[in-house]
């Protein structure tokens, strides 16, 4: 009698398992396509925020609710102009300006303004006291609706929409993302270990005022 009542808990474990092994896929499944994803950075685009070879976190539920906003960092479908991938390709950028957004560059102390309001960088790569300008040259553009003017953090080695501004023959449409084109975005680095750190929206973000 002993032996039957302890091969049964056993039989029935290994006839379940293949379920919640099922089950378990199905989720990590449903959360990676839904909630959560975790990218890799392969590029300097974004240094010294991201450096390569860093993994972070995408929340890809957060725009579903709302729109992105400035100083937030996003990954995004890059369109094919970007990228040069028919295939597709992400990428991740910081958010600047939001639909309806006049961006310029730049004041008298060398700083992007936003409708009006300086804004300052301090997250703009650097080396050995060498702080990359917030632009190569200057510009005067209107963010249309339902559009970002993204630009990464490494503003010499960033393709981004300054950059695109540039080589469409300053057309704003090819120069922007859609919002609809973001997958969600990116608020922690999880990886390596002594990187580990969340990506908040820098304070300078919240003088900007609305358009």
């Known amino acids: 009698m002993i032996d039957e009542q302890t091969d049964k808990p056993r039989h029935s474990f290994w006839k379940e398992l293949p379920i919640l092994l099922g089950v378990a896929i199905l989720v990590a499944v449903l959360v990676r396509a839904f909630v959560l994803q975790t990218f890799f950075i392969p590029s300097p685009s974004m240094e010294n925020?991201?450096?390569?070879?860093?993994?972070?976190l995408v929340n890809k539920l957060v725009y579903h609710t709302r729109s992105p906003h400035?100083?937030?960092v996003i990954v995004f479908k890059a369109p094919m102009e970007w990228s040069g991938n028919p295939a597709g390709e992400d990428?991740?950028?910081?958010v600047i300006g939001v639909g309806g957004d006049r961006v310029v560059c730049c004041d008298d102390q060398d700083r992007?303004?936003?409708n009006g309001t300086p804004l300052d960088e301090p997250y703009i790569f650097s080396v050995d006291g060498q702080r990359d300008?917030?632009?190569d040259q200057e510009f005067d553009v209107r963010v249309p609706e339902g559009r970002l003017w993204v630009m990464g953090d490494h503003r010499s080695a960033s393709g981004d929409s300054l950059e695109h501004y540039q080589q469409?023959?300053?057309n704003i449409e090819a120069a922007t993302i859609p919002e609809d084109d973001v997958v969600g975005r990116a608020f922690t680095i999880f990886w390596p270990f002594d990187r580990a750190r969340i990506l908040t929206v820098p304070d300078e973000f919240e003088a900007i005022p609305s358009s």
């Open 70 to 72: 400035r100083g937030e």
């Open 112 to 114: 992007l303004l936003i």
């Open 168 to 170: 469409s023959g300053q």
């Open 49 to 56: 925020t991201l450096k390569i070879d860093d993994r972070v």
């Open 133 to 135: 300008k917030p632009a």
């Open 91 to 94: 990428f991740i950028k910081r």
